[in-house]
């Protein structure tokens, strides 16, 4: 009697809830954070040699210990340029995200109307 009872309950209930609508989204994310992690690490270090051999050491002529301390801030202001442009990004994904979810729940609705209209 038993599992009567269980076999009905589970065909009442219906498929299981569709769980991975955010995936796309999810992984748009994860390809942005890596992207902005490999160049938060990358661009710092290679402007801060880049600018000490070639800009301060090479063309300015500066010495040696002048150069470490501008090459320095080159790589910050690098660091900040990174994290802004991520903030940026972060900012205007969420925002679409947001406007295609508003868009994507409004969908049924409107659909729902225009099907009642041509039903005679």
Request: hydrophobic residues 50%; charged residues 10%.
């Amino acid at each position: 009697m038993d599992g009567n009872v269980k076999s009905s309950l589970d065909a009442s209930m219906g498929p299981p809830p569709y769980s991975r609508g955010n995936e796309g989204s999810l992984v748009s994310a994860l390809k942005t954070l890596l992207f902005f992690t490999i160049l938060m690490v990358t661009l710092p270090i290679g402007l801060y040699f880049a600018s000490k051999a070639y800009i301060f050491e090479g063309s300015m002529k500066m010495s040696s210990s002048d150069s470490y301390f501008y090459a320095a801030i080159v790589a910050v202001l690098a660091v900040h340029v990174v994290l802004a442009l991520f903030v940026y990004v972060a900012w205007n994904e969420a925002w679409m995200t947001s406007n295609y979810l508003i868009f994507v729940h409004s969908l049924p609705h409107c659909i729902k109307q225009k099907t009642k209209n041509y039903i005679i």
